[in-house]
Antibody, heavy 114, light 107 residues
Framework: EVQLVESGGGLVQPGRSLKLSCAAS????????MHWIRQAPTKGLEWVAS????????YYRDSVKGRFTISRDNAKSTLYLQMDSLRSEDTATYYC???????WGQGTLVTVSS | DIVLTQSPATLSVTPGESVSLSCRAS??????IHWYQQKSNESPRLLIK???QSISGIPSRFSGSGSGTDFTLSINRVESEDFSVYYC?????????FGSGTKLEIK
């Protein structure tokens, strides 16, 4: 059974950093691209970033380019999202998802507020 | 960016009715559209991939159609567990984008 478990969310002040993790199990992690998608409170879904199976290619939405870094450790079957220079508009539940967004984690809430 | 416009924003129906939800893309995207269901306080769940391809474990009452710019998610005989929000999403080009959602509610 595919399982994705996010962690690392919390309350952080504007301008500070946070690193999210997504532990994967139930499939061969190194064979699949992975994604981060977020959802602001009471709002819709927004794609954030993607990474290729090897980690050699990464893609970001414009609003997080230069501030967020997606990475992965295939030996640990874990996906990461390093978030720097956080802004209030980054407040959201962050989900990790497999290729084609076929499987999603339960999400981790990031709140950026002073 | 490709904009996906979903309509209606809210659809009020009685259990047992059949419904169609629309998703229109701002440019042609072939069949690179996918549909998700999100129940309150839950993660989204993939229902249909590439416009019309079924997903294992998803009830057969859910079906999808369309290509180019106009897409439809159909639910044959809505059941109580189907009342939730439905999103379409395109994988034709980056950035991946989602529609704003259609909320299916009980009349």
């Amino acid at each position: 059974e595919v399982q994705l478990v996010e962690s690392g969310g919390g309350l952080v002040q504007p301008g500070r950093s946070l690193k999210l993790s997504c532990a994967a199990s139930g499939f061969t992690f190194s064979n699949y691209g992975m994604h981060w998608i977020r959802q602001a409170p009471t709002k819709g879904l927004e794609w954030v970033a993607s990474i290729s199976p090897s980690g050699g290619s990464t893609y970001y939405r414009d609003s997080v380019k230069g501030r967020f870094t997606i990475s992965r450790d295939n030996a640990k079957s874990t996906l990461y999202l390093q978030m720097d220079s956080l802004r209030s508009e980054d407040t959201a539940t962050y989900y990790c998802a497999t290729d084609l967004f076929a499987y999603w984690g339960q999400g981790t809430l990031v709140t950026v507020s002073s | 960016d490709i904009v996906l416009t979903q309509s209606p924003a809210t659809l009020s129906v009685t259990p047992g009715e059949s419904v169609s939800l629309s998703c229109r893309a701002s440019q042609g995207i072939s069949t690179s559209i996918h549909w998700y269901q999100q129940k309150s306080n839950e993660s989204p769940r993939l229902l249909i991939k590439f416009a019309s391809q079924s997903i294992s474990g998803i009830p057969s009452r859910f079906s999808g159609s369309g290509s180019g710019t106009d897409f439809t998610l159909s639910i044959n005989r809505v059941e109580s567990e189907d009342f939730s929000v439905y999103y379409c999403q395109q994988s034709y080009s980056l950035p991946f984008t989602f529609g704003s959602g259609t909320k299916l509610e009980i009349k």
